[in-house]
């Protein structure tokens, strides 16, 4: 019963009896993604366990495996064909934590107003639009001026770029949607020299850990994708084996990395 997915998650040790395979593109790329869905129908899954690059390139490879009586588990960000459970952050509400930590540190400091730069991945990954919708919704009735979004499609050279050029806007704060994002937001502004900018973002990563300690970053939002997988991979066992899945979509919750929480 093959099951796909990352070898770091040990919830396949934990069930026991399961055979699976990672089979992730090796970049954030629709026909690799829909390319590996198709060759897991071939190796005859019984589950597979996925996060969607965007709700629809992917749903017709998803359909045509659900067709076959293959059930789908969505981990992080699910397509637009239904699945049979999704464990996955609630990306609304955690971008909209992350506006909230802006704009604390920013009335902290005496800033009620001023420019806020937006760097995302793309505007078709689900993911990544609600938390911005999320970090958007922080600044409704405030005194702020939130800038068109720009995307770096997750690269940090790309988004440094951009966030470089938000600096020279004379932007106040900057969010990053992604770790790509994140570490491109915190570089541009450790190398713009102006620690005053409140940069935000997602994920955590050693580059993300040094920024936030040096203060090139406030913090991030850190996602929890060891629980998305050994709860998907469960998820998965049980929906092969027939049996019932009592919660089918839940939010794997997130934390806010600050200096004072990392270690």
Do not use: H
Not at 96 to 113: H, N, P, R, S, V
Not at 121 to 132: C, D, F, K
Not at 223 to 248: C, F, H, L, R, Y
């Amino acid at each position: 019963m093959p099951k796909w997915m990352p070898e770091r998650y040990p919830a396949a040790d934990e069930i026991g009896n399961v055979d699976y395979k990672w089979m992730a593109p090796d970049k954030k790329d629709d026909a690799q993604q829909i390319e590996r869905v198709n060759n897991a129908i071939a190796d005859g899954a019984n589950a597979i366990m996925i996060a969607a690059n965007g709700p629809d390139a992917i749903s017709a490879s998803l359909e045509d495996a659900k067709a076959k009586g293959i059930k789908i588990i969505y981990v992080d960000s699910p397509a637009k064909t239904e699945g049979v459970a999704t464990f996955a952050t609630d990306n609304t509400a955690a971008g909209k934590t992350a506006g909230e930590q802006m704009i604390k540190a920013l009335e902290a400091a005496g800033k009620k107003d001023g420019k806020i730069g937006i760097v995302n991945v793309n505007s078709a990954t689900a993911s990544t639009v609600a938390r911005e919708t999320g970090f958007r919704s922080a600044f409704e009735g405030k005194g702020y001026t939130l800038l068109q979004t720009q995307y770096g499609e997750g690269d940090a050279s790309k988004s440094q770029d951009i966030a470089d050029n938000y600096i020279t806007e004379g932007v106040v704060g900057i969010f990053g949607a992604n770790e790509g994002s994140t570490v491109g937001v915190g570089n541009a502004i450790k190398g713009s020299g102006k620690k005053d900018i409140v940069g935000v973002g997602f994920d955590k990563s050693d580059s993300i850990f040094s920024l936030i300690k040096d203060g090139s970053l406030l913090c991030a939002m850190a996602q929890n994708p060891d629980v998305m997988g050994s709860e998907g991979m469960k998820a998965a066992v049980k929906a092969v084996k027939g049996e019932t899945i009592e919660k089918t979509s839940v939010d794997t919750g997130v934390s806010v990395l600050t200096k004072d929480t990392i270690k």
